[in-house]
């Protein structure tokens, strides 16, 4: 089956800056990464996704980036303010017919230091 | 919005005690999803569902059943709870995609403590 790794568990960083969260993926049939914010006390909400006949998709400050070679795809916040602070879990699904079933990456705790 | 409500957020229950944690949504989804949520570990599949009475294992459902007799309603059963069934549960739903992309609309979770 499909394993997802995710980079960093933590982060912190200054308010204004740059963040990114890594993951890698094992199963090369994979083609549909999705993104989610989890805030506190709250379920996870999708934030962004690709797919995999794209490279990089923006959306405002976030954007995603996905290497099929490689295996790996990252999410970047670009300018990040103290509503960045959440964790972020990454995860990866085959878009097979019949297969609903999404594979999640262990998250990242991102905290927005103002 | 869609909406997915779960029946508690927080519960604390004996060891050996039956317990039930109920999901409903309001947006008429073919599919749900119980998920289980440790630090470190993220969110793994416990068991999802793409139709009423319908029913298939995720990654960790020993010691886990389900039942979905109505469409909007997805429950998740521990026939004896354990001590390390202690986790956050989140219940999940989304449209039958049929192979395209389709979102999954979580709620917020029920934190469950088994002494």
């Known amino acids: 089956g499909e394993n997802v790794e995710q980079h960093p568990s933590t982060l912190s960083v200054q308010e204004g800056d740059s963040a990114v969260i890594k993951c890698t993926y094992s199963?090369?049939?994979?083609?549909?990464f999705p993104w989610y914010k989890q805030e506190l006390g709250k379920g996870p909400q999708l934030i962004i996704d690709?797919?995999?006949?794209?490279g990089e998709k923006k959306d405002q400050r976030i954007a995603v980036t996905l290497n099929k070679t490689a295996k790996h795809f990252s999410l970047h916040i670009t300018e990040t303010q103290p509503e960045d602070s959440a964790v972020y879990f990454c995860?990866?699904?085959?878009?097979?017919?019949?297969?609903?079933?999404?594979?999640f990456g262990t998250g990242t705790r991102l905290t927005i230091i103002p | 919005d869609v909406k997915v409500t779960q029946s508690s957020r927080y519960l604390v229950k004996r060891t050996g005690e039956k317990v039930f944690l109920e999901c409903v949504q309001d947006?008429?989804?073919?599919?749900m999803f119980w998920y289980r949520q440790d630090p470190g570990l993220g969110l793994r599949l416990i068991y999802f569902?793409?139709?009423?009475?319908?029913?298939e294992k995720g990654d960790i459902p020993e010691g886990y059943s389900v039942s979905r007799e109505k469409k909007e309603r997805f429950s998740l059963i521990l026939e004896s709870a354990s001590t390390n069934q202690t986790s956050m549960y989140l219940c999940?739903?989304?449209?039958?995609?049929?192979?395209?992309?389709?979102?999954?609309?979580f709620g917020p979770g029920t934190r469950l403590t088994v002494l």
């Open positions: 999940a739903s989304s449209f039958s995609a049929q192979g395209w992309d389709n979102e999954q609309f």
């Open positions: 199963d090369s049939a994979s083609n549909y």
């Open positions: 690709i797919r995999s006949n794209v």
């Open positions: 995860a990866a699904r085959r878009l097979d017919f019949g297969n609903e079933k999404l594979t």
């Open positions: 947006m008429d989804h073919e599919n």
């Open positions: 569902s793409y139709d009423v009475k319908m029913k």
